[in-house]
């Protein structure tokens, strides 16, 4: 295995990590809305609560530090913002190659992620009654779809595109690292002047949740739609019932 294929195998694990621990902020982010959203809605329980006041500092704290910890660039840590430190110095391994051929096998289900990519002349079978894409032109539609991150007739995603994704991340969770660091994580004698905003820190969720599903993409060719899952039951029905019956 060359250091270009390790490094892209350790990618492709290291995406998988971030996925989960994003996805636990994006539902952490929607249930506790969905809460606020009961309490709008119902005047009998608009009352002053400390349990309301414990829910929302500990959304919030929780809710700094996974952004926090998606942006560390520690040697030993797993994060958004190390792995794309880590493209900007080897942007190469990001290749239209890789990209077709992974795309191209998702497509029509044959060979490995790591056999070279053939081009054969395009074979119009069917099968079962259904169009059957050849290997050509599963190969176009991959490559019209890396056009899209890395650019036409570009043979892999440009140093500077990732660069304008890591500098998006810094510059828009500035705020909100500074105050999990010097706030949350650690009582600086120096703590910062002005505390964000839930705006600031759904500003950064959203944008942590484009970044995992776009590198998701260039990486293993696939992605969900969004990191939100659709649940098999409903998660609120323990509202409907009074927690502690009036004597």
């Not at 809460?35 to 400390?50: E, F, L, M, R, T």
């Not at 019209?144 to 995603?157: E, P, T």
């Not at 994580?185 to 910062?192: G, T």
């Not at 060719?221 to 990191?227: F, G, H, I, K, N």
Request: net charge neutral; glycine share 4%.
């Amino acid at each position: 295995m060359t250091p270009e294929d390790e490094a892209f195998q350790k990618w492709t694990e290291w995406i998988d990590i971030i996925h989960k621990d994003v996805t636990d902020l994006v539902i952490g982010r929607h249930v506790f809305w969905e809460v606020q959203g009961i309490i709008k809605a119902n005047p009998k329980i608009q009352k002053p609560s400390s349990f309301y006041g414990w829910m929302g500092m500990t959304y919030a704290a929780w809710g700094l530090m996974a952004v926090r910890r998606q942006l560390d660039r520690d040697s030993r840590s797993i994060s958004l913002g190390r792995m794309l430190t880590q493209m900007i110095e080897i942007p190469h391994v990001l290749s239209r190659s890789r990209y077709v051929s992974i795309y191209a096998i998702r497509l029509i289900g044959e060979g490995s992620p790591n056999a070279s990519v053939p081009s054969p002349e395009p074979q119009n079978e069917t099968q079962g009654g259904a169009y059957a894409l050849s290997r050509s032109e599963a190969e176009c539609i991959a490559s019209k779809s890396f056009d899209q991150y890395a650019g036409q007739k570009q043979n892999y995603i440009p140093k500077c595109k990732i660069e304008r994704d890591i500098n998006e991340l810094l510059n828009k969770t500035k705020a909100v690292e500074r105050f999990a660091t010097k706030k949350v994580a650690h009582l600086d004698e120096r703590p910062p002047g002005a505390l964000p905003t839930f705006d600031e820190l759904d500003a950064c969720v959203d944008l942590l949740e484009k970044l995992v599903l776009k590198y998701e993409m260039i990486l293993k060719a696939s992605a969900p739609q969004t990191l939100l899952p659709t649940w098999q039951y409903d998660w609120k029905e323990i509202f409907y019932e009074p927690w502690i019956p009036r004597p």
